[in-house]
């Protein structure tokens, strides 16, 4: 690889993203895929907190496990979809800061099975995880909202995320979770899915969800299976910045789950490939979502003008009455006025990677090739 594609990968004991899997996924994980010793301070910790959650992890499901199972999800969740590093955070930030919505937070995405019953986790996350997103510098808390993907990690294992933990199983992990070609998965998927769901739903009284996961771009079939009435908003951004940040996201957050090491050009190129299938994906399926529930926002210009992009989006998709909660927008967008973004480096690598393989997207997204 060229000079932009150096591996900053430098913590290899960070457990952040999976210290609250369920024993047996992690079982799961350690006897089906290799592990490398240089990661054995990691799966060790990992493993001791495994243990020490078991009776939290009990006490919960005998707690509220009824009350759960009984919960019942608003019928049109928001789902917010597009490619990772394409603004959906941004967008779920944002949204989150209206109180009509509920959502997967944090230290649900940590500990999906040992977070309501008790205070202990949340001691634990404040002391383990970062201030800051390490792929955007972004303030998180443990109440920050988050992508539903990271908590399927430990909760069922069935998850997308599951190529992060076993790099080298990228292809066969995305053809299960992403395009669900096999439809026994395809069933424990929605079956962790609607259980976190309902659990997220639970947390938050009831409230409509406001959802996060870029791996939906290709699952909205399975969505609509579930929520006819749901609700999509899908933002893309020019492929020059999403690989180049996409790679900053590789560099920086894969240690946080991985067991072994892979090839790095592999890596890259099944990215590479994921990025084509999803948006290839997205283009086929859309349009079985009913019309008035999708909208589509190009990054830049929601970023130029944030609170129009705002109004057009409760517009369309019905959300309520913008004005009402436009002085909460206001207040947030204020507090982050001084965040700078990650300067993201289009050199000659990044410009040969997305012509050679996304040539598709400039035509489709009305984005300026470059030579």
Request: aromatic content about 16%; glycine content about 6%.
């Amino acid at each position: 690889m060229g000079k932009g594609f150096e591996h900053k990968n430098k913590n290899k004991t960070g457990v952040v993203s999976i210290i609250g899997v369920r024993c047996g996924v992690w079982w799961q994980y350690l006897r089906n895929n290799k592990w490398e010793w240089k990661y054995f301070s990691k799966i060790l910790l990992v493993s001791l907190i495994v243990l020490v959650g078991i009776p939290f992890r009990f006490w919960e499901r005998l707690k509220l496990g009824k009350k759960i199972k009984e919960t019942k999800i608003h019928d049109s969740p928001v789902f917010i979809l597009g490619h990772w590093r394409g603004g959906t955070t941004l967008l779920h930030n944002l949204l989150s800061m209206d109180k009509q919505f509920g959502y997967v937070t944090y230290l649900q995405g940590l500990f999906p099975h040992a977070f309501l019953a008790s205070n202990f986790f949340r001691f634990v996350a404040n002391n383990l995880m970062p201030s800051k997103r390490p792929m955007d510098n972004m303030d998180i808390t443990t109440e920050s909202p988050q992508e539903e993907e990271l908590a399927l990690i430990s909760q069922s294992g069935h998850s997308v995320y599951n190529m992060w933990v076993a790099p080298d199983t990228h292809a066969e992990v995305w053809k299960n979770y992403g395009k669900f070609e096999n439809e026994e998965l395809k069933r424990k998927w929605s079956e962790g899915y609607l259980q976190l769901l309902k659990t997220a739903t639970f947390n938050f009284d009831g409230k409509r969800l406001l959802l996060k996961n870029p791996p939906n771009t290709a699952r909205i079939p399975y969505l609509l299976e579930q929520f006819p009435n749901a609700k999509f908003i899908y933002i893309y951004r020019n492929p020059y910045k999403v690989f180049a940040s996409t790679y900053k996201l590789y560099q920086d957050v894969i240690n946080f789950f991985q067991i072994h090491d892979e090839d790095e050009e592999n890596v890259v190129n099944n990215f590479l490939h994921i990025y084509k299938d999803m948006h290839e994906v997205y283009q086929r399926d859309k349009n079985l979502i009913p019309k008035g529930n999708l909208l589509e926002v190009k990054f830049e210009d929601f970023v130029n003008n944030k609170m129009d992009g705002l109004a057009d989006i409760y517009s369309t998709l019905g959300l309520g009455d913008f004005n009402a909660v436009r002085p909460t927008y206001d207040s947030y967008l204020s507090s982050i006025k001084d965040y700078k973004k990650n300067k993201l480096r289009t050199d000659r690598d990044v410009l040969e990677k997305v012509n050679e393989h996304w040539d598709f997207a400039f035509e489709a997204y009305g984005y300026e090739r470059e030579a």
